[in-house]
């Protein structure tokens, strides 16, 4: 079983941070992979390759020309992150409970209507205007029931040594 995010329509000139946002927090929290669809996107791409040969673990992210096609062809549970959905603490045994591949499904520019259709879930983590970030973030933590907190991370070339003061960050 595995969580892959597919990110729609990112423009490049407009959602460059939020999409590696989207990317960071996916494989910090217990994703597989980040699919983004929209404009291709080298840099972003680069961003997230690095981030993963320095900090470890096995994540992908590659870009998706046909964004309905993808979803329509996935093999697993679609679960669409809205405000507009089912509340995440009501939503989330029924999701965990099939331990099928999961895509999950973030916006950028306006989602199209069809999205709400081809999700088997469209689940809000509130009702009111958000982050897909933050979305995604929480999604994530429920579904893992905080676990993906003291994840470990193999292939790592720095790791943080948590303290109350200050940063330091030691190559294994």
Same mark, same amino acid.
């Given at each position: 079983?595995?969580?892959?995010?597919?990110?729609?329509?990112?423009?490049? $000139? +407009?959602?460059?941070?939020?999409?590696?946002?989207?990317?960071?927090?996916?494989?910090?929290?217990?994703?597989?992979?980040?699919?983004?669809?929209? #404009?291709?996107?080298? $840099?972003?791409?680069? $961003?997230?390759?690095?981030?993963? +040969?320095?900090?470890?673990?096995?994540? #992908?992210?590659?870009?998706?020309?046909?964004?309905?096609?993808?979803?329509?062809?996935?093999?697993?549970?679609?679960?669409?992150?809205?405000?507009?959905?089912?509340?995440?603490?009501?939503?989330?045994?029924?999701?965990?409970?099939?331990?099928?591949?999961?895509?999950?499904?973030?916006?950028?520019?306006?989602?199209?209507?069809?999205?709400?259709?081809?999700?088997?879930?469209?689940? $809000?983590?509130?009702?009111?205007?958000?982050?897909?970030?933050?979305?995604?973030?929480?999604?994530?933590?429920?579904?893992?029931?905080?676990?993906?907190?003291?994840?470990?991370?193999?292939?790592?070339?720095?790791?943080?040594?948590?303290?109350?003061?200050?940063?330091?960050?030691?190559?294994?």
């Amino acid at each position: 079983m595995a969580i892959y995010v597919l990110r729609l329509g990112h423009r490049i $000139s +407009r959602d460059k941070r939020i999409s590696t946002h989207c990317g960071l927090v996916a494989r910090a929290f217990g994703a597989r992979g980040i699919f983004y669809s929209g #404009e291709k996107d080298t $840099s972003l791409e680069k $961003s997230i390759n690095s981030a993963v +040969r320095e900090w470890g673990g096995h994540f #992908e992210i590659k870009h998706v020309n046909n964004w309905k096609r993808f979803i329509k062809d996935f093999r697993g549970q679609k679960i669409h992150l809205t405000m507009y959905g089912l509340p995440v603490q009501k939503t989330i045994p029924k999701i965990r409970k099939p331990r099928k591949d999961i895509l999950v499904i973030v916006g950028g520019e306006k989602v199209p209507g069809e999205v709400y259709q081809l999700a088997d879930f469209n689940v $809000s983590v509130t009702s009111q205007p958000h982050s897909e970030v933050a979305a995604l973030a929480i999604f994530l933590h429920e579904y893992f029931q905080g676990m993906e907190l003291t994840r470990k991370f193999n292939n790592t070339k720095r790791k943080v040594i948590p303290q109350e003061r200050g940063k330091k960050v030691i190559q294994p």
